[in-house]
């Protein structure tokens, strides 16, 4: 009887959060909110230096192909991030009118021009900043990081 009702608050528990976008079936792709969170989110991660973010970007797949030339990294929570989505809509770089704007705390990672995938070498700079991100769904959630 207990493992009968664990299971049916774990299915409804689930159900409520497809219900708020929270957690999308992937049906073996991600959607670009995941793309989103294992792009740039790290929100633990406090950045720094340049073997921060050799390893993350290898970790989070960016370095399998070929080095991507540059990433940014979100140390905040993503509810601060799924706050900015509810700011004022600006103008992103490709001329939608969905990317909002705010100040975080980022580490910056600039491929050094001179490795190959998948050992890829990064410099890093971490700061407090303004970022452009865009958003879509209902709710609004993070999709892409325009600047």
Same mark, same amino acid.
């Given at each position: 009887?207990?493992?009968?009702?664990?299971?049916?608050?774990?299915?409804?528990?689930?159900?409520?959060?497809?219900?708020?976008?929270?957690?999308?079936?992937?049906?073996?792709?991600?959607?670009?909110?995941?793309?989103?969170?294992?792009?740039?989110?790290?929100?633990?991660?406090?950045?720094? +230096?340049?073997? %921060?973010?050799?390893?993350?970007?290898? $970790? =989070?797949?960016?370095?399998?192909?070929?080095?991507? #030339?540059?990433?940014?990294?979100?140390?905040?929570?993503?509810?601060?991030?799924?706050?900015?989505?509810?700011?004022?809509?600006?103008?992103?770089?490709?001329?939608?009118?969905?990317?909002?704007?705010?100040?975080?705390?980022?580490?910056?990672?600039?491929?050094?021009?001179?490795?190959?995938?998948? +050992?890829?070498? %990064?410099?890093?700079?971490?700061?407090? $900043? =303004?970022?452009?991100?865009?958003?879509?769904?209902? #709710?609004?959630?993070?999709?892409?990081?325009?600047?």
């Amino acid at each position: 009887m207990t493992l009968q009702r664990t299971g049916s608050l774990f299915l409804l528990l689930l159900l409520t959060l497809l219900g708020l976008g929270l957690v999308q079936p992937s049906y073996g792709r991600e959607s670009k909110y995941q793309r989103f969170l294992r792009q740039h989110m790290d929100p633990e991660g406090s950045g720094g +230096n340049d073997g %921060y973010c050799n390893l993350l970007m290898q $970790r =989070r797949k960016m370095t399998t192909s070929w080095c991507k #030339p540059f990433n940014t990294f979100i140390h905040e929570d993503i509810w601060n991030i799924r706050s900015i989505c509810s700011t004022t809509n600006i103008q992103c770089k490709n001329g939608s009118m969905n990317c909002h704007e705010g100040v975080v705390k980022v580490t910056d990672c600039k491929e050094t021009g001179s490795s190959r995938a998948p +050992n890829c070498r %990064y410099r890093a700079k971490t700061s407090t $900043r =303004r970022v452009v991100i865009a958003c879509e769904g209902n #709710p609004e959630v993070p999709v892409h990081f325009d600047k």
